[in-house]
T-cell receptor, first 115, second 115 residues
């Protein structure tokens, strides 16, 4: 199968721990942000998104935090499970008032969950 | 429901041949994107459509690459006179709304190998 974990920042955690994956975005005009999970051999899968008028959004076991001042995005995964092992990408997108409509992806972080 | 479907899953071709990669988006999705993804990297934008109109092709590497979406649904990415450097995973994604905040949904990609 395909491996997308080569030469990526890696986060190793124990099953049951909380995980925090960080992302620095580049364009201050970006106003929509998305986290994707990519398992080996598959395409990126949407996890959660957040608009720039929010600083926090929660989903099922996941929370995204947005700090526009320092252009930083984080994904928190509660009670991490082996099935969470994957590469995680953040993506940013602009709007009609600035930035680019094209979702632009960050480098990715490989999350490894040890049972 | 059915997700984004790409075909073929794998394509091996000889240098100099033309290839056509197909994407069938989620029914009703307005926007369709083509990305290319190298191992260990995030998806890199190639081109996108709203309905049948190609909105942006700034990511296409050169004029050997072209894409169409004639009826606003299925799209084809064509690479003429393939070269070894074209070898990559090509990913298609669709989203519900073109210029508003909706996440991209990716297919599993076509792995192109040029020998």
């Amino acid at each position: 199968g395909e491996s997308v974990g080569l030469h990526l920042p890696t986060l190793s955690v124990q099953e049951g721990d909380n995980s925090i994956i960080n992302c620095a975005y580049s364009n201050s005009a970006s106003d929509y942000f998305i986290w994707y999970k990519q398992e080996s051999g598959k395409g990126p899968q949407f996890i959660i998104d957040i608009r720039s008028n929010m600083d926090k959004r929660q989903g099922q076991r996941v929370t995204v935090l947005l700090n526009k001042t320092v252009k930083h995005l984080s994904l928190q995964i509660a009670a991490t499970q082996p099935g969470d092992s994957a590469v995680y990408f953040c993506a940013e997108r602009g709007s009609a008032s600035g930035g680019s409509y094209i979702p632009t992806f960050g480098r990715g972080t490989s999350l490894i969950v040890h049972p | 429901g059915a997700g984004v479907s790409q075909s073929p899953r794998y394509k091996v071709t000889k240098r100099g041949q033309d290839v056509a990669l197909r994407c069938d988006p989620i029914s009703g999705h307005v926007s369709l994107y083509w990305y290319r993804q190298a191992l260990g990297q995030g998806p890199e934008f190639l081109t996108y459509f709203n309905y049948e109109a190609q909105q942006d092709k700034s990511g296409l590497p050169n004029d050997r690459f072209s894409a169409e979406r004639p009826e606003g649904s299925i799209s084809t990415l064509t690479i003429q006179r393939t070269e070894q450097r074209d070898s990559a995973m090509y990913r298609c994604a669709s989203s519900l709304e073109g210029e508003y905040n909706s996440p991209l949904h990716f297919g599993n990609g076509t792995r192109l190998t040029v020998t």
